[in-house]
């Protein structure tokens, strides 16, 4: 049996930054971690999905605005940047398009995009898998906006450093974003 949605019993509050637009021109850090932190890209073809899937992002239609940078696929998450290269801001007189691509996610935005990808590739893994509707990612993504170079630069040598990491934090992701927190 299945609930009906109560919006005042299981709304999920926003961990984006309010007062940001998220189709604004910038470098965002990107961590999409997959469902239940499964250890899904140690099978290398599943592994290979994510990273070209990623590599490709700037190639598809809602993401020509976008360039990559630094970013790596783990076991059991993506680390990347993006950057957003064009200001997909409206003119303060104008409405946001009523084409939202997944949910409360405008067309060019971060959520966009993201979203756009964890599509790709949980359609293409759940083909090989043959199982049509199983979950490969957990809800959402954990996202920063990148304010300066040196930021920058140390979540560029953050993300470079992961694979190292992982065997020391490999249980604990959790833990590793929160003492990149600390490092920023």
């Known amino acids: 049996m299945t609930q009906k949605y109560d919006p005042h019993k ?10 940001w637009d998220y189709r604004a021109a910038g470098y965002y850090f990107v961590t999409i971690c997959t469902h239940q932190r499964e250890l899904l890209f140690t099978d290398g073809r599943f592994y290979d999905i994510a990273y070209y899937a ?30 957003q290269t064009q200001n997909l801001t409206l003119p303060a007189n104008e409405q946001a398009p009523n084409e939202p691509v997944f949910q409360n996610a405008l067309s ?14 949980t359609r293409r893994i759940n083909n090989l898998r043959h199982s049509q509707g199983s979950k490969v990612w957990q809800r959402g993504y954990y996202e920063r906006i990148i304010r300066n170079e040196r930021e920058l630069n140390a ?30």
């Open 10 to 19: 299981h709304n999920r509050r926003s961990i984006r930054l309010r007062s």
């Open 54 to 83: 990623w590599h490709n992002i700037p190639t598809h239609p809602h993401a020509q605005h976008v360039d990559l940078d630094e970013y790596c696929i783990m076991p059991n998450h993506t680390h990347g940047i993006l950057i």
């Open 108 to 121: 060019g935005s971060l959520g966009a995009v993201v979203g756009n990808y964890k599509s790709l590739v």
């Open 155 to 184: 979540i560029r040598q953050y993300i470079r450093d992961n694979p190292a990491r992982w065997a020391e934090d490999r249980d604990n992701l959790d833990k590793l974003l929160a003492k990149m927190q600390l490092i920023l």
